[in-house]
Each structure stands twice: as structure tokens, then as C-alpha cells.
């Protein structure tokens, strides 16, 4: 067994202390290296690079050290227990590195633990201490690695079978609020870090129903022996990252459930999306995957053309449940996917790239984007979800509503995910064709494998629900649920571009392929100061262009560095992009029942 002892050493500089023994090592010589990345986020972040200080000792006598690349060293051979210790710098307030000061300490263990090369199915066991003095006696950590003489809640022993096993249980040690309840008797816990105001029993009912909705769709949990919500509310931030038997949430701190409130507002809403998506991975992705992130080596990019499955299909799954377990109403449903939509819609990226380009791409398109994200690229989150939702329906009305999706994910879990077997790129095609007993060749050619809009006015009609396509009102407007009164949408001028605030004006964040400030030859990174001679800002450019007619031409001054240009500028119309959705009020009884349905049906034969 080897041994990691972890002390936060200095808070106040963010740095940890690692004490590794190996009590056995590579008589040629013991390897040790780093990740380079972190399952679930799919991009090389160069873990080894916050190492601040590494070396080594046989017998109370040093060892030397060769560093082979950028996350891998070798230790001298020596005759007895090898001791290697090194310091971690940790100031990445993220759910995927670590993260330390004088309120908390937070650690994934591919930022702190070296894998022993040649020893990955060695167990391990871990002694976490608490930092010293005074100011952190009230210190109490929240963890799913199996305690082995440590206390609930406590500092101490614990320990991992593998190292597999190892790095996917993150580490958050602090003042946290706790709670907890349960789940199919399995215990679930909530730690929340940082101010907040959280009415803990509304958080505990809430999650509680989301969960159960889940365990119910896939009919059993996964086997552990308690599952952990880590949360840090902050001012803004917004992510998850999902684990064996725990997720890491960051989240505003007015995305939590107030005291005194009853509704679901919009930040809430979106919190409970958050902790649904990031369940969900229980099952999709933790334990039904693919063979190349199964097999994955963390030192290089494992390529997959699935992440639409494990994503898009998971996006598609966390807003649904908050409506088939109660928590919201069908129009609030509604109003998220129509926001989905119009995302997808916006970009002309979905007009170029495939959603299984995008998931083979992940690695430096999706996760390394620019200001030309949208021209050029599509999310295997968003689409993903959409190509859910559209095999969802397809599913249930070529079926005869036989068969759903619900069904596909069930047999996922039986033949793959509770046995652990990976899945083939082709996989998913051939099991859904088993499961439905449809040919959906066309389908997945078209959706996966083609640039295709989806024929989402189509299928969501067989389920009662309206779909149209319009321009934008303006600048705030992110489609949703139709109203009753709502009014047509006027075309009105626009300049294709999204925009921020600055200090001189508004400054041009994505310039859309053709719109008319591409045209004119505006860039991204441009400062808008004067629209014929009219100061701009960020909250007056709508107000500014409302007063134009579709045609006319407008002198733009702008900053490109630190250099003045001038403009002209043709105003084109707002583009088609933004969808709202609406349940039908003259639908049959096989709409109502398909609505009804797909909504609210988690039972299983």
C-alpha cells in the first residue's frame, strides 16, 4: 500500500504539501507522474505545472531525480521504502483543479496525486490534515473516499483501492454547511462553502425529489456507499464537474434557495439544472462510457465521437426531470428549452460543423474558445440535448409510444453500465436499433453526421407543442415559452454582433459571419464609441439602432487598439434566431396523452 499525506502548509500562499511513500518501488527506478488533464473536462490543463518544489529520500538519504517531460519524474533506483515530497500551488477556484486560502481548501486528486507508475491497482491510503493553528480548529472536511480510521466529517485516514479510484473523489475542507437525507437508503450529503443564505431544508426536499426521479427512470442506484453535493457559492460563477459518487458544483450565491421564498426563481431554476445534470453522470458517463475514456491515459487526449451522448443527452435529461418530478411547470420546462434552441440557432457554427465533429474536437475547439466560437463551431451540450429530444420523440411516435429514450438509457445501463463494459463509437446506434426495433439510419446520418437543422417543428407537434422561429426583440431576449398576448416581432436594423460594456463604449465580444458590421469590416476586440456622431454605449446601442431603418447606412467611429477607425455601415435585418414554444390549446387526445406522457412518465414495465 502507498501512502499520501496531504497538509495545506500555508494557506496564505495557496500551497499544499504532499508526502508520498512508496513502499516498494520500480527497482529500475520508481516513475511518477501527473494527469494532464481531468475525466469529464475535456481539455490538457498541465496539472504538473502548479509543482513548486520535488525531491526525494531512500533510507534518510537523498534520491535522485530526473524529470522526463512535463508531468513525469523518475527516482534513482534505491534499496527501501522510497519518500518523495513535493508542494502544490492551488489558486484555481474551479471544480477541476484546487484551490487554497485561509476560508477553505478545495482538491481534485489529479492536481495533487502522483500516480506510481506500474502500481495503479495498488491501494493507497490517504492521511488529509488539517492546516495548523488556531483559525482552523473549526475545520471539518466533506469527502466519498472511504474513511479508514477517520472520523465522518473529519481529518484523518482514508483510502482508495486504486488509483483510478484515487483522483476521482475531490477533497473540500473548511466551514461548510451540512446537511443531508436520503435516497433509496442511500445517504446523500450537501457541504456548502463560502456566504450564503440557503434555506437548507427546501435544498435537501428539492434535490431529493430530482434524485429519486433519476433512480426511478434507470431503476436502481449505482453501488456506493453515499453520494456528496460539494457546493462554493460565490459572487458569479456557474459549473459542475461530476464523480464517482460525488459532484463539485460552483454556483452565484443567489442561485441557492432563499429563506422566505417560495417560488423557483430563474437562478434557482438554474441550480437545480445544475445538480440534476451533474446526477444524471451517475449513471451516463461515470459508469456507462466509452471505451476510449474507460481506457483513457491522462497524460494525452482520448478521442471520442459520443460526447454528444454523454453530454447532449445528459443536458437533455436535467431540465426534463425538474418538470416530471414536480418542481417546475411544463410552461417553465418549456421556456428552457426554447432558450436551448435559440442558442443552437445563434451560431452559424451549427451550419459548418457536425456534432460529432464537435465531440472529437472537444479538445481544442469547444474548450478553447474564441471570439469566432460561434461562426464556427457547435456545442455537443446543446445540440446534443436537441438531438435527444428530437430521437426522444421520434422514438415514441415511430414506436407507436411503445418505446422511448427512457428505454434506450435503461438498456445502457443493464448491458453497460452496471456490468462496466465500454461502448464502441458505434455502439449507441446498434443498441437503440435493438431496444426500439426501428431503422434509424437516416436519422443519425442527418443529426450526427451532417449539418442539418433538426425537424424539431415537426416532432414537438406530435407532443402538442408550438415552435416558432423569429428575430430577437432585443439585445436581453433569449427565447422561452410564448405568452398569450405576445405580439409579432417587427425586423428591425441590426449589426450582427454581440457586445459588453467598457469604459469607452461597447466593445465587440463575436462580429457573425455576414452580418452587416462583418461587411463593413468591424472586428471582435473593436471599441464602438459614435454611431453618426452619437456616443455609444453597450445598454444605449438597441436604443440606438431602433431609431434606423432596415438599409440605411450608419457612420461607426471605433477603436481597434489604440488606433481611431471610421465605418460605413449597411444595417441588415435581425436574423430568424429565436425560438419560443407553446402548448398547443387545440391538441387531439393522442397529443394530450404523448404530451402527458413524455413529460411525466418515469414507470418502467
Known amino acids: ?325 414536480g418542481l417546475i411547470e411544463p410552461d417553465s420546462y418549456l421556456e428552457l428549452l426554447g432558450q436551448t434552441i435559440t442558442r443552437v440557432m445563434r451560431g452559424s457554427g451549427r451550419q459548418k460543423q457536425t456534432v460529432e465533429e464537435s465531440s472529437f474536437d472537444a479538445w481544442t475547439k469547444f474548450y478553447k474558445q474564441d471570439e469566432n466560437a460561434p461562426n464556427a463551431i457547435v456545442s455537443y451540450y446543446t445540440k446534443g440535448a436537441l438531438i435527444a429530444l428530437a430521437l426522444d420523440l421520434t422514438i415514441r411516435r415511430d414506436s407507436g409510444d411503445e418505446k422511448s429514450l427512457d428505454d434506450v438509457m435503461r438498456a445502457l445501463w443493464q448491458q453497460y453500465g452496471k456490468p462496466d463494459i465500454g461502448l464502441d463509437e458505434s455502439g449507441i446506434e446498434q443498441l437503440i436499433t435493438e431496444v426500439t426495433g426501428l431503422d434509424l439510419t437516416p436519422f443519425f446520418n442527418s443529426a450526427l453526421r451532417s449539418v442539418d437543422d433538426l425537424p424539431l417543428e415537426e416532432l414537438l407537434r406530435t407532443v402538442a407543442v408550438g415552435y416558432d422561429i423569429h428575430p430577437a426583440r432585443d439585445s436581453s431576449d433569449k427565447g422561452g415559452c410564448r405568452k398569450e398576448d405576445s405580439k409579432p416581432v417587427r425586423l428591425k436594423p441590426s449589426l450582427g454582433v454581440t457586445h459588453r460594456s467598457d469604459p469607452l463604449g461597447a466593445k465587440l465580444t463575436t462580429v457573425l459571419d455576414y452580418g452587416a458590421a462583418c461587411e463593413a469590416g468591424l472586428s471582435a476586440g473593436d471599441i464602438l464609441i459614435a454611431m453618426d456622431g452619437i456616443k455609444v454605449t453597450s445598454a444605449k446601442l438597441d436604443q440606438l439602432l431602433a431609431g434606423q431603418r432596415l438599409g440605411d447606412t450608419v457612420q461607426v467611429h471605433a477603436f481597434r487598439r489604440d488606433e481611431l477607425m471610421q465605418f460605413q455601415v449597411v444595417l441588415q435585418a435581425v436574423q430568424p434566431n429565436t425560438c419560443m414554444l407553446w402548448r398547443l390549446a387545440d391538441m387531439d387526445e393522442l397529443q394530450r396523452r404523448r404530451q402527458q406522457e413524455w413529460l411525466n412518465s418515469t414507470d418502467q414495465e
Open 1 to 325: 500500500m502507498n501512502i499520501y499525506q496531504i497538509q495545506p502548509i500555508a494557506p496564505k500562499a495557496h500551497i499544499f504539501g504532499i508526502t508520498l511513500t512508496v513502499s516498494t518501488p520500480d527497482p529500475n527506478g520508481q516513475v511518477l507522474t501527473l494527469p494532464a488533464w481531468i475525466p469529464g473536462s475535456y481539455m490538457i490543463r498541465d496539472f504538473a505545472r502548479n509543482v513548486v518544489t520535488f525531491d526525494a529520500i531512500c533510507n534518510g538519504a537523498p534520491v535522485d531525480v530526473d524529470k522526463l517531460d512535463k508531468q513525469t519524474w523518475q527516482c534513482a533506483p534505491c534499496d527501501g521504502v522510497l519518500v518523495v515530497r513535493y508542494q502544490v500551488y492551488a489558486w484555481d477556484l474551479s471544480v477541476r483543479g484546487a484551490h487554497l486560502d485561509t476560508t477553505h481548501a478545495y482538491f481534485n486528486g489529479t492536481s495533487l496525486f502522483l500516480k506510481v507508475v506500474g502500481q495503479e491497482a495498488v491501494p493507497s491510503e490517504v492521511i488529509i490534515h488539517s492546516p495548523e493553528g488556531d483559525e482552523y480548529s473549526a475545520w471539518r472536511l466533506a469527502t466519498t473516499m472511504a474513511r479508514k480510521q477517520a472520523e465522518p466529517l473529519g481529518f484523518g485516514s482514508y483510502q482508495a483501492d486504486s488509483y483510478e479510484e484515487l483522483i476521482d473523489h475531490p477533497v473540500e475542507m473548511g466551514c461548510f454547511t451540512h446537511a443531508s437525507f436520503e435516497v433509496h437508503g442511500t445517504p446523500h450529503e450537501i457541504a456548502i462553502t463560502g456566504r450564503h443564505n440557503c434555506d437548507m431544508d427546501r435544498l435537501c426536499r428539492d434535490l431529493q425529489q430530482i434524485c429519486e426521479t433519476h433512480v426511478e427512470m434507470f431503476g436502481q442506484l449505482p453501488q456506493m456507499e453515499r453520494y456528496l453535493f460539494q457546493v462554493m457559492a460565490v459572487g458569479d460563477g456557474y459549473g459542475g464537474l461530476e464523480h464517482r459518487s460525488s459532484t463539485s458544483l460552483i454556483c452565484k450565491r443567489s442561485d441557492l434557495p432563499q429563506s422566505g421564498i417560495d417560488e423557483v426563481t430563474d437562478d434557482y431554476r438554474q441550480f437545480l439544472g445544475l445538480c440534476s445534470h451533474e446526477y444524471f453522470h451517475l449513471w451516463n458517463v461515470k459508469r456507462i462510457r466509452p471505451n476510449v475514456l474507460k481506457q483513457a491515459d491522462l497524460s494525452e487526449e482520448a478521442y471520442t465521437r459520443l460526447l454528444w451522448v454523454f453530454e447532449g443527452i445528459t443536458s437533455y435529461y436535467d431540465d426534463l426531470a425538474l418538470v416530471r418530478c
